[in-house]
């Protein structure tokens, strides 16, 4: 199937900081997609792009669209405890298509 | 407004048994997607229906999994014959899909351990 790879897989932050993470593909997508996952939870939709080159901000979150189309990555302004958890990234071939998702980035915010 | 809701949220079942899984998508969501998620991975495509067809099955590993959606709402997953592997969280997500909205909601999801 199609791989995402993110990176870094985990990372231990303290509060107030920005922390950037990426996600690459082999393949071209046309849709990017951020989510995050608490435990026992579904994924939580972030922040979706649909144009390469796009950048989107939601709140403390910005996410952009690299112009391959092969790449996204997301940034995190001024991290608070309530960041904590696993951000994933996703590839839609765009339209009513199935998601492909990469292994996660567990953050981890300290006070 | 509602979310997508998944039952039952836990399931434990002796290997061998038979289980059911049953999502309820957003009410007027046409696409619903099942996806199985496994312990430190992302979550991994298994089945896709518009409405009540079934136009991608191409994720579910084997013939022991089946899912329906008979009146293009509510949607069951069922695996038969549960084996270990088959111990990870299953989840549900809709999408309004009307021309102009593809995004996905999930579900909270239903974990299930075979024991």
């Given amino acids: 199937g199609q791989q995402l790879n993110q990176s870094p897989q985990s990372m231990f932050i303290q509060e107030g900081e920005d922390v950037s993470m990426n996600c690459t593909s082999s393949s071209i997508f046309n849709t990017w997609l951020w989510y995050k996952q608490d435990p026992g939870e579904g994924p939580v939709l972030l922040i979706a792009l649909y144009k390469a080159g796009e950048l989107t901000s939601n709140g403390r979150l910005t996410a952009q669209f690299g112009i391959t189309r092969k790449d996204s990555f997301l940034n995190i302004s001024a991290s608070i405890p309530s960041d904590v958890g696993i951000y994933f990234c996703a590839g839609q071939l765009g339209g009513n298509n199935r998601l492909a998702f990469g292994k996660g980035n567990q953050v981890v915010v300290i006070p | ?115």
């Fill in chain 2, 1 to 115: 407004g509602a979310g997508v809701s998944q039952s039952p949220r836990y399931k434990v079942a002796k290997r061998g048994q038979d289980v059911a899984l049953r999502c309820d998508p957003i009410s007027g969501h046409v696409s619903l997607f099942w996806y199985q998620q496994a312990l430190g991975q992302g979550p991994e495509f298994l089945t896709y229906f518009q409405n009540e067809a079934q136009l991608d099955k191409s994720g579910l590993p084997s013939d022991r999994f089946f899912a329906e959606r008979p009146e293009g709402s509510v949607s069951t997953l069922k695996i038969q014959r549960t084996q270990q592997e088959d111990s990870a969280v299953y989840l549900c997500a809709s999408s309004l899909a009307n021309g102009q909205s593809y995004e996905q909601y999930f579900g909270p999801g239903t974990r299930l351990t075979v024991t």
